[in-house]
């Protein structure tokens, strides 16, 4: 199976901040990487596809890139609305698998 | 607009089984790939099954093969998910997916419904 690891497990930041949170495959995914956000007792909601394809409707501060087996998702400016828990997704095999999540908390 | 609707949890004892049920509307639920995604409480998320627009191709994770089992009514647009053999470690909220294409993304998710298993 496809490990995805994230890091920082936690990011502590302010509003405005620019944040960048990494996604690491164990093996190459490429672009087969997706990008969900969840707010506490939500469900996730999907963010980017195809490593840095933008969902409908997702604002543009939202940006993501890489390849390979090393991905990135940056938030520009961070906004009030922005403070959840995010996840990388591999979608690259018959098997799914998530990266243990990235806490963005207010500072 | 997407809706995805889980029913049919609830508190089970070890060993025991429940049916978990979604029902889909707003899209052509025969066109689309389904599947199930769970979440034990406070962790993070975890692909459990998914299914062809017909049901002819099932995929499950190991740790749920030989136990649970993943169909769909398309007359009636329903997915359903069949737990057995519950263990403790099946605690979570599952939530219904609609699959985007023929690979694994997950563009619609449900509200999910809660199995909670223990004695």
């Known amino acids: 199976d496809i490990q995805m690891t994230q890091s920082p497990s936690t990011l502590s930041a302010s509003v405005g901040d620019r944040v960048t949170i990494t996604c690491r495959a164990s093996q190459s995914i490429s672009p087969w990487l997706a990008w969900y956000q969840q707010k506490p007792g939500k469900a996730p909601r999907l963010l980017i596809h195809?490593?840095?394809t933008l969902q409908s409707g997702v604002p543009s501060r939202f940006a993501a890139s890489g390849s390979g087996t090393e991905f990135t998702l940056t938030i520009s400016s961070l906004q009030a609305d922005d403070f959840a828990t995010y996840y990388c997704q591999q979608y690259s095999s018959s098997s799914a698998t998530f990266g243990q999540g990235t806490k963005v908390e207010i500072k | 607009e997407v809706h995805l609707v889980e029913s049919g949890g609830g508190l089970v004892q070890p060993g025991g089984s429940l049916r978990l049920s979604c029902a889909a509307s707003?899209?052509?639920?025969?066109?689309?790939?389904m599947g199930w995604v769970r979440q034990a409480p406070g962790k993070g998320l975890e692909w459990v099954a998914s299914m062809k627009l017909d049901g002819g191709d099932k995929y499950y994770v190991d740790s749920v093969k030989g136990r649970f089992t993943i169909s769909r009514d398309n007359a009636n647009n329903l997915l359903h998910l069949e737990v057995n053999s519950l263990r403790v470690e099946d605690t979570a909220v599952y939530y219904c997916?609609?699959?985007?294409?023929?690979?694994?993304?997950?563009?619609?998710w449900g509200q999910g419904t809660l199995v909670t298993v223990s004695s």
């Open positions: 707003g899209f052509t639920f025969s066109g689309f790939w």
């Open positions: 195809k490593a840095s």
């Open positions: 997916v609609r699959v985007r294409g023929i690979v694994l993304l997950f563009d619609y």
